[in-house]
């Protein structure tokens, strides 16, 4: 248990005591005209992809992104899966 915040699970404080080590997020899931430009594009594959990044950085860095609309909700379920508080974990 995290002394800081009371996560259950990791909180994203840096063990040095700081965040200056980030990831950074950068993904969408392609829809309307832009999906016809990436017809390989998989909206399932992108999930787990967004998924295991999410769940590698949480309490080792905090994840930075653009709070993309499709990916938003990727992040906060990884987030509360594992019992994280979302706003200490990433930076939109």
Same mark, same amino acid.
């Given at each position: 248990m995290c002394e800081a915040c009371?996560?259950?699970s990791y909180c994203g404080t840096s063990p040095h005591g700081d965040n200056d080590e980030c990831g950074f997020l950068s993904a969408s899931v392609p829809y309307g005209s832009r999906a016809e430009q990436f017809p390989k =594009?998989?909206?399932y594959l992108i999930k787990? =992809? *967004?998924? =295991?990044? *999410?769940v590698t950085c949480l309490g080792r860095r905090r994840i930075v992104w653009g709070a993309h609309p499709a990916i938003t909700p990727m992040v906060w379920a990884a987030a509360d899966d594992l019992e994280v508080q979302y706003p200490s974990v990433v930076h939109l």
């Open positions: 009371g996560s259950r =594009a998989d909206p787990v =992809a *967004v998924r =295991a990044f *999410v």
